[in-house]
């Protein structure tokens, strides 16, 4: 249910309205508006006609049921979209389109602060880079660990880039907070709702990535087990999807972007590295989503492709990169977005 304050409604009436939700066995969510605050009340769907009487308490301008599956993501909870602050400089989901980039994996001091620098020179906002890699092959390179959080950190320290790298499972998760500026959910983790919980109870943007095999809705489903856990702050990622196309890695759902910026108010990114997986088609798909509506974009760097540990052949060397944000800057413009 969506318990919609009156505009100017006194802090002391949506205390008691917080304290009834809770007495009624609900968890209560305040959304702030530009004009008024609505509380969703979420919890078990079966005994929500209690939440009724709340109508006639003090402050309150109505208690409409949520329609969708999806509560606290949707438009119905919150019209406009919400604007996620990743550092003092920098937010997500407003009018500047925020670009993320970086190596697929840390894999040295070198190679993350020389990226870093190249990536900041270029423009990018926030630098990405993997310590802990989910890789589809057990033999393959799983990443630097703690090891490679800590020359994240460095790279931020020497560059201002806030950092956005992955959490692979709920017993490494306070760690990668104490090092990273928005904790990443992989695709092959975007339903183990353990782990979506774990980052729910953590005061960090989430970047959260569509499975490969993801429902739009479901998707949304996930981004709900953060949300309900306290956290609003997740950002939703675009990376591809799985179709019977086998010429690009992932088939990268373009359409999702404006059909999920109907259905939620939060800010939603495309990746078309692992999108397509193939650097000559990272550009155009990069632009393509921008145009799409995107707030922001992740793209793949490395300044040595051809020797990176991981995801080499979608990477694009920071030549290129720099010559993508000079065309996405122009593409910004034309929907009037910035960069
Ligand atoms: C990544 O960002 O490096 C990554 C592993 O992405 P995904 O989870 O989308 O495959
Ligand atoms: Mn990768």
Redesign the pocket.
């Known amino acids: 249910m969506i318990i919609v304050m009156k505009a100017g409604a006194a802090k002391k009436d949506r205390d008691e309205v917080l304290k009834r939700i809770r007495e009624l066995g609900y968890k209560p969510h305040v959304i702030h508006g530009t004009t008024r605050d609505v509380i969703g009340a979420v919890g078990d769907e079966r005994g929500k006609l209690v939440l009724q009487s709340i109508e006639s308490m003090h402050g309150v301008e109505s208690v409409v049921p949520i329609l969708k599956p999806y509560k606290l993501a949707s438009r119905e909870v919150k019209v406009e979209p919400s604007v996620i602050r990743i550092s003092d400089t920098v937010s997500i989901g407003g009018p500047e389109i925020i670009v993320m980039a970086g190596p697929?994996?840390v894999e040295g001091e070198e190679q993350i602060i020389e990226t870093a620098k190249a990536v900041k020179a270029a423009g990018a906002q926030v630098l990405?880079g993997?310590a802990f890699?989910?890789r589809t092959s057990p033999y393959s390179f799983q990443g630097l660990e703690e090891e490679g959080l800590k020359l994240l950190a460095k790279a931020r320290d020497i560059t201002g880039l806030p950092i956005v790298t992955?959490v692979v499972n709920p017993e490494t998760a306070d760690l990668v907070a104490e090092y990273s500026d928005i904790l990443?959910i992989?695709?092959?983790?975007?339903q183990n709702f353990a782990l979506l919980k774990k980052v729910g109870q953590l005061r960090r943007p989430v970047l959260l990535?569509?499975g490969?095999s993801m429902t739009i809705q479901e998707f949304l489903m996930s981004a709900e087990y953060v949300m309900s856990e306290g956290n609003q702050q997740v950002i939703l990622?675009e990376?591809?999807i799985r179709t019977f196309e086998t010429a690009t890695r992932n088939t990268l759902d373009l359409s999702a972007i404006p059909v999920l910026k109907g259905m939620t108010h939060l800010p939603v990114i495309a990746?078309p590295?692992?999108g397509t997986g193939n650097y000559h088609y990272v550009a155009p798909m990069a632009l393509a989503a921008v145009a799409a509506g995107a707030d922001g974009l992740?793209i793949?760097v490395h300044p040595d492709p051809e020797r990176a540990s991981?995801?080499g052949p979608q990477s694009l060397k920071p030549k290129k990169f720099e010559a993508l944000m000079t065309k996405i800057r122009l593409v910004a413009q034309s929907v009037d977005r910035t960069l």
């Open positions: 697929c994996s990405r993997g890699k989910p992955e990443q992989g695709a092959r983790n975007a990535k569509r490969m990622c990376r591809g990746d590295s692992h992740m793949e991981s995801d």
